[in-house]
């Protein structure tokens, strides 16, 4: 251990559940992390995600340096902040000079902290003078923020952590909480088990790990959230389920929600929603009778073209009901990013202003103004993130800065969104790794210091402020956000402003801080009795938290009041609509997109760690066992997946989790380990009309059957990262090519790839020269009709390189080969065998890991199953499921499938 080792707490740069961790350092490298005990979101828990932070972020996937491409078609070359951002602030103002204001656009991310976010605000708002400044948000919370705002009267999430511990009755819909919020989830997990009497229900058009633990789960059809809403208010109002006394004394709008749910009988929601009748009684009597009853949800309500609607009417069970401010009650969205809040108090999506005010209100333009120092803010609406591009791919937008987001993969309809960045005259990505799919389209590439070595504070779900502390410094010539922005707009300052005094004029994240949190005085958010030196004594904190307070406020809305007009909450009586895009013979099936356990959306970070592909390998598409018959594809096969608007050629998997007609994609691919322009060439860019949300959970799709004769499987060790670079692009002609990091001790790459017909010698040649299969001590065989071609290179008796081209069937055996470190006689016969066949039973799927933590794979889960183990005798025995716990919920899924695996 060095000598010099040191832990600094700070926040894991996830999720929106905000844990604390304790970072190991020694001041130059982050060598361990460990959930602080201390933090109360997490109390020393953490995921399979966060647990795993000191493995990711590769120095050879970082940006580290600025650079500039000096016309398109050339490329980018390295070069020196000042001339990059003298460069950067000469083209604004040109720019803006010759086409006004609202030529440029920002486009953020709630992975900014509070200062980064709040410093480019300011920049768009103040000096550049354009409301075009929008954020990933848009497609994450912006339905949730139009809910609570339109129902509550304002964007404040009104319950605490604690409350999943106290309700008697959780709803959760629309969120894979077992993934996606793996840390409150095993609070709720805990909480049942001291009181099992708790009741969980579920909404989820799939069985996943979190609707597996439910005691109800109603798997309603995609997109039939507001009709089921609907249909439980109409029983709770037919039972007289519901608090009159709160609904007279704190609502308005009974009357006409009263009158539109008449139409939503059980029988009618039942069949709208293609769930049981009993089930929708159920559901009802449990949030009806129940004494304290908690809803959460997430994308399965905000990601919708009825995005709005579907959080208005989850918030209507919650008036009419009166289960708001108290413990154990609430409706309670979970943000996805880590500053999804910061960036919503920021004021960082394009209708909003700091301290949650709007664009489009004279009075808060005048106050936030006035503030700055500035004599107005601009008037003309800003863009919202689909229409900006839009914008950018018609030409409004000249000069686009992108920051902590990567719209090349996250952004629907991605041939659009490619041939936007592609004609925008400058386009400025600032990133933290070159290996996000929208570097390519930057003209200028500016290097971001992350997580580990940049400080500022962040809002996780429960209102709760944070202060991320830094531990090592940047990596290379990498600067933290809020002060490239500070340092461009000072620039910029010199053409707009000269000889006037900066806005921007500050030395450290904290002042910016200070600042912005007084533009949040008496406001419903107020904070401006926090600051770092009250977060470093007193730990994070709850807003509002006002001046001169001695703590922060755990829930919301206690005394009744709600910050309308009239200081009563609203009812909102909207109809059910259903998805944009129908069925229709073309397009038969609905594609739903989502997470898995152990990665973070692109995978610039977690693909950095290649035993996080231990749980999931490659995008593989999930569909119902009956389709697949239907369609005459077998399981595990390669499959064309197309939409209106797009095409990906990838493996589908039989899934009795999903219904028939339904298909499930993992949101995280994008151009770089699977090729084709990434899942999202596949979705829609419809949005919900108030909140302007994109609907990414409900595309039509379609499954074809495709012949790729050809067949290419590679893995080969070490220096994982350069090996990716210098290979992927060979694999641009070919139909299927898939790439993944995997291993622990021993990283590698693997590579699988199809082709109608086999790709030239010439071509074979340069990969095996980039796998070390050219020359050395290689073991070779082509079959004289050259169906099949294999290479394996062995040092020191191990497997360190293979591939095989023509046809695959022993690459799983192969795989296991290399995973045991053996290359023994049977290798050396089946390598000069004709065919490519593995010894015994072969062609087996490559076993996954369970559990991450301890390194536990199915096999020996299920092979202790098979021998009688049951949970706790798993965990003794193999120690999985021991340290994070995100496994769990599949060893129990393991566990109950038993007596079928006895009888098989
Ligand atoms: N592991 C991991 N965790 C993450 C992230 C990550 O990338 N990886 N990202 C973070 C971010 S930014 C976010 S926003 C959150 C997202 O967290 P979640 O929203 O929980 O995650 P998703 O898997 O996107 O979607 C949740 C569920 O919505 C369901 N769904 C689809 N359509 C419908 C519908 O019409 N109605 C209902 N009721 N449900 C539907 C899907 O089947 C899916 O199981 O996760 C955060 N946490
Ligand atoms: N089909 C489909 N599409 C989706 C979704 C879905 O469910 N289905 N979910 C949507 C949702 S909810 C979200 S939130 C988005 C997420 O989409 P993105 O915002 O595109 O996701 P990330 O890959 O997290 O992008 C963050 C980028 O910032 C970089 N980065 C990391 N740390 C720093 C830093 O400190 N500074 C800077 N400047 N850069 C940094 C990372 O390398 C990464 O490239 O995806 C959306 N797209
Ligand atoms: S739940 Fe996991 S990903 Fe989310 S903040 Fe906690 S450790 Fe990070
Ligand atoms: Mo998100």
């Given at each position: 251990m060095p000598h010099n080792r040191r832990t600094t707490a700070s926040t894991c740069c996830y999720c929106g559940v905000g844990c604390g961790v304790l970072i190991e350092h020694d001041d130059e490298r982050i060598l361990g992390v460990q959930g602080d005990p201390q933090h109360p979101a997490n109390f020393g828990r953490l995921c399979s995600k966060g647990s795993t932070l000191h493995l990711t972020g590769d120095a050879d996937a970082r940006a580290q340096f600025p650079e500039l491409r000096l016309g398109k078609g050339l490329s980018r070359t390295r070069t020196d902040w000042d001339t990059a951002l003298e460069h950067a602030a000469g083209v604004f103002a040109e720019t803006l000079r010759e086409h006004g204001p609202d030529s440029v656009a920002f486009y953020v991310s709630g992975q900014l902290l509070t200062e980064d976010y709040y410093a480019f605000n300011k920049l768009a708002r103040a000096l550049v003078g354009t409301n075009n400044i929008d954020s990933n948000s848009r497609l994450c919370m912006s339905s949730a923020v139009v809910g609570y705002k339109r129902s509550l009267g304002a964007d404040a999430p009104p319950c605490s952590y604690e409350d999943i511990e106290l309700a008697d009755c959780v709803l959760i819909a629309g969120s894979n909480m077992a993934y996606a919020h793996p840390v409150l989830f095993r609070r709720l997990e805990e909480a049942r088990a001291r009181r099992p009497e708790m009741k969980l229900i579920v909404i989820d058009p799939r069985v996943t790990d979190t609707a597996e633990a439910a005691d109800l789960h109603l798997a309603i059809l995609p997109g039939t959230d507001v009709a089921l809403f609907h249909g439980i208010l109409h029983i709770l109002l037919w039972e007289g389920w519901i608090d009159r006394a709160f609904i007279d004394a704190h609502t308005d709008g009974l009357d006409e929600l009263k009158a539109l749910v008449r139409d939503y009988g059980p029988l009618a929601v039942a069949e709208i929603c293609g769930i049981a009748v009993d089930d929708l009684q159920r559901a009802a009597q449990w949030i009806g009778q129940s004494p304290s009853v908690l809803s959460l949800w997430c994308m399965g309500l905000n990601q919708s073209t009825a995005g709005s609607a579907k959080n208005s009417a989850l918030i209507n069970l919650h008036l009419?009901?009166?289960?708001?401010?108290?413990?154990?009650?609430?409706?309670?969205?979970?943000?996805?990013?880590?500053?999804?809040?910061?960036?919503?108090?920021?004021?960082?999506?394009?209708?909003?202003?700091?301290?949650?005010?709007?664009?489009a209100n004279v009075e808060h333009r005048a106050e936030v103004a006035a503030y700055w120092g500035v004599e107005r803010l601009p008037e003309s609406p800003g863009l919202s993130a689909i229409?900006?591009?839009?914008?950018?791919?018609?030409?409004?937008?000249?000069?686009?800065?992108?920051?902590?987001?990567?719209?090349?993969?996250?952004?629907?309809?991605?041939?659009?969104?490619?041939?936007?960045?592609?004609?925008?005259?400058?386009?400025?990505?600032?990133?933290?790794?070159?290996?996000?799919?929208?570097?390519?389209?930057?003209?200028?590439?500016?290097?971001?210091?992350?997580?580990?070595?940049?400080?500022?504070?962040?809002?996780?779900?429960?209102?709760?402020?944070?202060?991320?502390?830094?531990?090592?410094?940047?990596?290379?010539?990498?600067?933290?956000?809020?002060?490239?922005?500070?340092?461009?707009?000072?620039?910029?300052?010199?053409?707009?402003?000269?000889?006037?005094?900066?806005?921007?004029?500050?030395?450290?994240?904290?002042?910016?801080?200070?600042?912005?949190?007084?533009?949040?005085?008496?406001?419903?958010?107020?904070?401006?009795?926090?600051?770092?030196?009250?977060?470093?004594?007193?730990?994070?904190?709850?807003?509002?938290?006002?001046?001169?307070?001695?703590?922060?406020?755990?829930?919301?809305?206690?005394?009744?009041?709600?910050?309308?007009?009239?200081?009563?909450?609203?009812?909102?009586?909207?109809?059910?609509?259903?998805?944009?895009e129908k069925r229709d013979a073309r397009y038969p099936l609905i594609l739903n997109t989502g997470r898995l356990r152990d990665q973070w959306h692109g995978m610039t970070r977690t693909g950095t760690a290649p035993q996080l592909f231990g749980h999931v390998e490659e995008?593989?598409?999930?569909?119902?066992?009956?389709?697949?018959?239907?369609?005459?594809?077998?399981?595990?096969?390669?499959?064309r997946l197309h939409s209106r608007r797009g095409e990906l050629v990838l493996p589908v998997q039989a899934?009795?989790?999903?219904?028939?007609?339904?298909?499930?994609?993992?949101?995280?691919?994008?151009?770089?380990?699977?090729?084709?322009?990434?899942?999202?060439?596949?979705?829609?860019?419809?949005?919900?009309?108030?909140?302007?949300?994109?609907?990414?959970?409900?595309?039509?799709?379609?499954?074809?059957?495709?012949?790729?004769?050809?067949?290419?499987?590679?893995?080969?060790?070490?220096?994982?990262?350069?090996?990716?670079?210098?290979?992927?692009?060979?694999?641009?002609?070919?139909?299927?090519?898939?790439?993944?990091?995997?291993g622990r001790e021993r990283p590698a790459l693997v590579i699988r790839a199809a082709h109608h017909e086999a790709p030239s010698a010439d071509w074979l040649a340069r990969i095996d020269a980039l796998l070390d299969l050219g020359d050395g001590p290689v073991m070779a065989y082509d079959d004289p009709r050259r169906t099949v071609g294999k290479r394996v290179r062995i040092?020191?008796?191990?497997?360190?390189?293979?591939?095989?081209?023509?046809?695959?069937?022993?690459?799983?055996?192969?795989?296991?080969?290399?995973?045991?470190?053996?290359?023994?006689?049977?290798?050396?016969?089946?390598l000069l065998a004709p065919l490519s066949a593995a010894p015994g039973k072969a062609g087996a799927a490559a076993d996954k890991t369970l559990c991450n933590c301890l390194n536990v794979s199915q096999s020996r889960i299920q092979a202790g199953i098979d021998k009688g183990l049951d949970l706790e005798g798993l965990k003794c025995e193999l120690k999985c499921g021991t340290a994070c716990g995100s496994c769990v919920p599949e060893i129990k899924r393991l566990l109950a499938q038993k007596p079928l695996a006895a009888t098989a």
């Amino acid at each position: 251990m060095p000598h010099n080792r040191r832990t600094t707490a700070s926040t894991c740069c996830y999720c929106g559940v905000g844990c604390g961790v304790l970072i190991e350092h020694d001041d130059e490298r982050i060598l361990g992390v460990q959930g602080d005990p201390q933090h109360p979101a997490n109390f020393g828990r953490l995921c399979s995600k966060g647990s795993t932070l000191h493995l990711t972020g590769d120095a050879d996937a970082r940006a580290q340096f600025p650079e500039l491409r000096l016309g398109k078609g050339l490329s980018r070359t390295r070069t020196d902040w000042d001339t990059a951002l003298e460069h950067a602030a000469g083209v604004f103002a040109e720019t803006l000079r010759e086409h006004g204001p609202d030529s440029v656009a920002f486009y953020v991310s709630g992975q900014l902290l509070t200062e980064d976010y709040y410093a480019f605000n300011k920049l768009a708002r103040a000096l550049v003078g354009t409301n075009n400044i929008d954020s990933n948000s848009r497609l994450c919370m912006s339905s949730a923020v139009v809910g609570y705002k339109r129902s509550l009267g304002a964007d404040a999430p009104p319950c605490s952590y604690e409350d999943i511990e106290l309700a008697d009755c959780v709803l959760i819909a629309g969120s894979n909480m077992a993934y996606a919020h793996p840390v409150l989830f095993r609070r709720l997990e805990e909480a049942r088990a001291r009181r099992p009497e708790m009741k969980l229900i579920v909404i989820d058009p799939r069985v996943t790990d979190t609707a597996e633990a439910a005691d109800l789960h109603l798997a309603i059809l995609p997109g039939t959230d507001v009709a089921l809403f609907h249909g439980i208010l109409h029983i709770l109002l037919w039972e007289g389920w519901i608090d009159r006394a709160f609904i007279d004394a704190h609502t308005d709008g009974l009357d006409e929600l009263k009158a539109l749910v008449r139409d939503y009988g059980p029988l009618a929601v039942a069949e709208i929603c293609g769930i049981a009748v009993d089930d929708l009684q159920r559901a009802a009597q449990w949030i009806g009778q129940s004494p304290s009853v908690l809803s959460l949800w997430c994308m399965g309500l905000n990601q919708s073209t009825a995005g709005s609607a579907k959080n208005s009417a989850l918030i209507n069970l919650h008036l009419a009901t009166g289960q708001i401010g108290r413990p154990g009650a609430g409706p309670f969205s979970l943000t996805g990013q880590p500053n999804a809040m910061g960036g919503r108090e920021t004021g960082s999506l394009s209708n909003l202003l700091p301290g949650h005010r709007e664009a489009a209100n004279v009075e808060h333009r005048a106050e936030v103004a006035a503030y700055w120092g500035v004599e107005r803010l601009p008037e003309s609406p800003g863009l919202s993130a689909i229409e900006l591009f839009d914008a950018v791919r018609d030409g409004r937008i000249k000069a686009l800065w992108i920051a902590c987001t990567n719209p090349a993969q996250s952004l629907p309809d991605q041939t659009r969104v490619r041939e936007a960045l592609a004609t925008c005259p400058f386009v400025i990505v600032q990133e933290a790794f070159t290996t996000s799919e929208t570097c390519q389209y930057a003209d200028l590439l500016l290097p971001a210091a992350s997580w580990g070595e940049k400080e500022g504070t962040v809002t996780n779900s429960e209102r709760r402020i944070s202060h991320v502390r830094p531990a090592i410094p940047a990596i290379g010539e990498a600067r933290a956000d809020w002060n490239i922005v500070c340092d461009f707009a000072r620039r910029l300052e010199q053409h707009l402003r000269p000889g006037e005094s900066s806005l921007f004029d500050f030395g450290s994240p904290s002042a910016l801080f200070d600042e912005y949190k007084l533009l949040t005085r008496e406001r419903d958010l107020d904070l401006s009795g926090i600051d770092y030196a009250l977060l470093d004594t007193r730990g994070p904190q709850q807003w509002p938290f006002r001046a001169g307070a001695t703590q922060g406020t755990e829930r919301l809305y206690g005394d009744g009041q709600f910050p309308t007009a009239n200081g009563r909450a609203r009812l909102i009586a909207e109809p059910y609509r259903a998805p944009k895009e129908k069925r229709d013979a073309r397009y038969p099936l609905i594609l739903n997109t989502g997470r898995l356990r152990d990665q973070w959306h692109g995978m610039t970070r977690t693909g950095t760690a290649p035993q996080l592909f231990g749980h999931v390998e490659e995008a593989i598409l999930g569909l119902h066992p009956d389709e697949l018959r239907r369609r005459r594809i077998s399981d595990g096969q390669l499959v064309r997946l197309h939409s209106r608007r797009g095409e990906l050629v990838l493996p589908v998997q039989a899934d009795d989790r999903l219904r028939p007609g339904q298909a499930f994609l993992p949101m995280h691919w994008g151009d770089r380990y699977l090729k084709g322009l990434g899942i999202n060439v596949l979705t829609l860019p419809a949005v919900d009309p108030l909140s302007r949300q994109p609907e990414l959970k409900h595309a039509t799709v379609e499954v074809s059957r495709i012949e790729l004769s050809w067949q290419f499987f590679a893995l080969v060790e070490g220096n994982v990262q350069k090996r990716f670079d210098a290979l992927r692009p060979l694999f641009e002609d070919l139909r299927y090519a898939s790439f993944s990091p995997i291993g622990r001790e021993r990283p590698a790459l693997v590579i699988r790839a199809a082709h109608h017909e086999a790709p030239s010698a010439d071509w074979l040649a340069r990969i095996d020269a980039l796998l070390d299969l050219g020359d050395g001590p290689v073991m070779a065989y082509d079959d004289p009709r050259r169906t099949v071609g294999k290479r394996v290179r062995i040092e020191q008796s191990r497997i360190v390189s293979l591939r095989l081209a023509g046809e695959t069937a022993a690459r799983a055996w192969l795989r296991e080969l290399w995973k045991e470190g053996r290359a023994d006689q049977e290798l050396r016969r089946w390598l000069l065998a004709p065919l490519s066949a593995a010894p015994g039973k072969a062609g087996a799927a490559a076993d996954k890991t369970l559990c991450n933590c301890l390194n536990v794979s199915q096999s020996r889960i299920q092979a202790g199953i098979d021998k009688g183990l049951d949970l706790e005798g798993l965990k003794c025995e193999l120690k999985c499921g021991t340290a994070c716990g995100s496994c769990v919920p599949e060893i129990k899924r393991l566990l109950a499938q038993k007596p079928l695996a006895a009888t098989a």
